[in-house]
């Protein structure tokens, strides 16, 4: 079992920054890719980014440019540095951990947090 507690969400401006973090305790924290998914009201799940415990990493193109995804084996978190936020970045934002490696597909991940809300206002 693995257990994921999100934190660093909240109201921002846009044009502002927010990073979240995803600490992550219960099995082996290298042996899982790391992602982030974002899902707005009315809307299904999206990918956001991932990375893998070596650092390799993908975001998705909607981010790319304003967001980073990072991790620190040592403290079993990942984070994800937002910039540039745009009230299309508002949304619930979930961490995921998936054994089988990198991926953009939701299914694929094997455990999730709970959530941490982002608004961004205009």
């Known amino acids: 079992q693995v257990q994921l507690v999100e934190s660093g969400g909240g109201l921002v401006q846009a044009g502002g920054s927010l990073r979240l973090s995803c600490a992550a305790s219960?099995?082996?924290?290298?042996?899982?890719?790391m992602g982030w998914f974002r899902q707005a009201p009315g809307k299904e799940r999206e990918f956001v980014a991932v990375?893998?415990?070596?650092?390799?990493?993908t975001h998705a193109d909607s981010v790319k440019g304003r967001f980073t995804i990072s991790r620190d084996n040592a403290k079993n978190t990942v984070y994800l540095q937002m910039n540039s936020l745009k009230p299309e970045d508002t949304a619930v934002y979930y961490c995921?951990?998936?054994?089988?490696?990198?991926?953009?597909?939701?299914?694929?991940?094997?455990?999730w947090g709970q959530g941490t809300q982002v608004t961004v206002s205009s």
């Open positions: 219960g099995r082996t924290f290298t042996s899982y890719a």
């Open positions: 995921a951990a998936a054994a089988r490696g990198l991926s953009v597909v939701a299914g694929n991940y094997d455990y």
């Open positions: 990375i893998t415990w070596s650092g390799a990493n």
